[in-house]
Each structure stands twice: as C-alpha cells, then as structure tokens.
C-alpha cells in the first residue's frame, strides 16, 4: 500500500486529508503591520491572489513554525503543521486587544485537502477549467535600499469544483507539484469522491513523510521545535 501511494505522489496525483493542520483567518485594518512583525516575509508587498512560504519568529527571532499566508482581498489565511497551531495562536490572539485585528479559527469552517503529483495541475484543470499554468509566481517588489526585485510567490483562486467553490491554491509540497483546497466542511465528502473519481489516488501521511524526509525537509514538533 505504502509503495502505491508512493508512486501516485511521485508519479501521479494522490489526494490527502490535510484537515487536522492549523489554518486562521486574520482580518482588520491593522492585519498587515501586526503580521509584518511576526513573520519573516514583509506580508505588505502581497497583492490578493498571492502568497508565500514564511517563518513565524518570536520577538527575539527564534523560529516557532513554518506557515503559509494567502493574501486575500479583505484578510489574510495563515496555514500552519498541527503542532504549531496551538503556539500561533496563543502569540497571535491577544493582538485583538491591541487593535484592529481578528483571528479567526478556520478549522471550524473549511476542511484543508491536499491534492499533490504531478498530474494534479491536469486534474484541476479538468474538474475546474481553470489553467494553473497561467497563475502568477513571482511579485515584483520593492528592496529594502531602493530598487525591486522578484519575489517567488504562489497564487490562489477560487473556484467551482462540483456544486461547490474552493479556494484552491497552487503551491509545492516538499518539492512535489500540488493544489491546497479549502471548502465548507459540508462540501468536504461530496470535493473528495469527485477528486478520486477524476482519478486521483487517497494517500497518508506515510507516504507523504517519506516524499517530505527524502528532501530533507524538517517538521515543526519532530525533527525542530522553538
């Protein structure tokens, strides 16, 4: 079972239940300086659409988890490993009593699955008509100094999928071409079997860990913690 899965990550397209990871809504005025102090990237140069790998670092720098930020009109959604949800949180909320800032736990809401391989662009070009290839990756953004320079980021839309609409986000996962689809709890079951039916494999998290350590990436609560 280990060496199927294996092969439809590396080879094919494999569909993941990513549900457990953390995921949060910042929203108000002052969202873009509060985060600007807690990651690494320089959250105002995103545009809506866009969105980039960061670290979440404590005053004094020291790294406290790996997140994702989607720049969406109005907030911006904070992707974050299971363990390092409860952390993000606590540093996190108790900005809403320092100004305007809300944070919004979108587990409750929005189930996260992972479509990833490398036919998963041709799959969600198929189920959404969408064309992936065509979505931006890289912002051209401003130096600290002067002049600009390109920032990799990727890029985010919403779309159909079925009778339901997703924000689906193109993005790598350990090195390996994927889709990040949130959608309505509700919708979660019905988005699933219309994945699979398309022809994309279920995996779990062996497989995907043996995709992540080949690339010698870390795990935030397992190889690196605060």
């Known amino acids: 079972r280990l060496e199927a899965e294996?092969?439809?990550?590396?080879?094919?397209?494999?569909?993941?239940?990513?549900?457990?990871?953390?995921?949060?809504?910042?929203?108000?005025?002052?969202?873009?300086?509060?985060?600007?102090?807690?990651?690494?990237?320089?959250?105002?140069?995103?545009?809506?659409?866009?969105g980039v790998v960061a670290l979440f670092l404590t005053p004094q720098g020291r790294v406290i988890a790996d997140v994702t930020l989607h720049c969406l009109t109005d907030e911006f959604w904070l992707t974050t490993?299971?363990?390092?949800?409860?952390?993000?949180?606590?540093?996190?909320?108790?900005?809403?009593?320092?100004?305007?800032?809300?944070?919004?736990?979108?587990?409750?809401?929005?189930?996260w699955l992972g479509l990833i391989g490398p036919l998963s662009a041709q799959m969600v070009e198929r189920l959404t008509g969408a064309t992936p290839a065509a979505w931006r990756t890289?912002?051209?953004?401003?130096?600290?100094?002067?002049?600009?320079?390109?920032?990799?980021?990727?890029?985010?839309?919403?779309?159909?999928?079925?009778?339901?609409?997703?924000?689906?986000?193109?993005?790598?996962?350990?090195?390996?071409?994927?889709?990040e689809l949130f959608v309505p709890h509700e919708a979660?079951?019905?988005?699933?079997?219309?994945?699979?039916?398309?022809?994309?494999?279920p995996v779990g998290w062996d497989a995907l860990d043996v995709c992540r350590i080949e690339r010698g990436i870390g795990r935030f609560g397992q190889d690196f913690d605060e």
Not at 188 to 201: C, D, K, R, S, Y
Request: charged residues 20%; hydrophobic residues 45%; contains cysteine.
């Open 81 to 111: 490993d299971l363990a390092a949800a409860p952390a993000i949180h606590k540093k996190l909320s108790p900005l809403a009593r320092a100004g305007d800032f809300r944070l919004t736990d979108l587990r409750e809401t929005y189930a």
């Open 188 to 201: 979660a079951v019905a988005t699933w079997e219309l994945i699979t039916q398309a022809g994309a494999q």
């Open 138 to 179: 890289t912002l051209t953004v401003e130096k600290v100094g002067g002049g600009t320079e390109s920032l990799p980021v990727f890029a985010h839309e919403r779309l159909c999928l079925g009778d339901t609409v997703a924000l689906v986000v193109q993005r790598l996962r350990y090195g390996l071409p994927a889709f």
């Open 6 to 50: 294996y092969k439809a990550l590396t080879q094919q397209a494999g569909v993941l239940d990513l549900s457990a990871h953390g995921r949060f809504a910042v929203g108000g005025k002052d969202r873009t300086a509060f985060l600007n102090g807690w990651v690494s990237q320089h959250v105002k140069s995103l545009v809506p659409g866009t």
